[in-house]
């Protein structure tokens, strides 16, 4: 099995930056891509960024450019920077991993509060 912790979520005011963590634990060798997620009040659940073994990233088109996600596969470590925050980004930011293959993991979440 595979577990996910997000941390770094907060309040930021708008024009700021925030930077978020999610560090794997257990079956780690056997992770492929990581991503994370975002869902607002009353919205679906969206990809923000994703990022492969090899270090291919992809950003939604709301993001691009503002939002950075890398990985740090000797500390089992995926995070995102993101800067110039906007109302919009307003969201829990969920961490996701697949692995094996097949399978996929989530972690808890972090909300991030961007207040204008």
């Known amino acids: 099995q595979l577990q996910l912790v997000e941390s770094g979520g907060g309040v930021v005011q708008s024009g700021g930056s925030l930077g978020l963590s999610c560090v794997a634990s257990?079956?780690?060798?056997?992770?492929?891509?990581m991503a994370w997620y975002r869902q607002a009040p009353g919205q679906e659940r969206e990809l923000v960024a994703r990022i492969t073994s090899g270090g291919t990233t992809t950003y939604a088109d709301s993001v691009k450019g503002r939002f950075t996600i890398s990985r740090d596969n000797a500390k089992n470590t995926a995070y995102l920077q993101m800067n110039n925050l906007n109302p919009e980004d307003t969201a829990v930011y969920y961490c996701?991993?697949?692995?094996?293959?097949?399978?996929?993991?989530w972690g808890q979440g972090t909300l991030v509060t961007v207040s204008s």
């Open positions: 257990g079956s780690t060798f056997s992770i492929s891509a």
């Open positions: 996701h991993a697949d692995y094996y293959s097949y399978l996929e993991a």
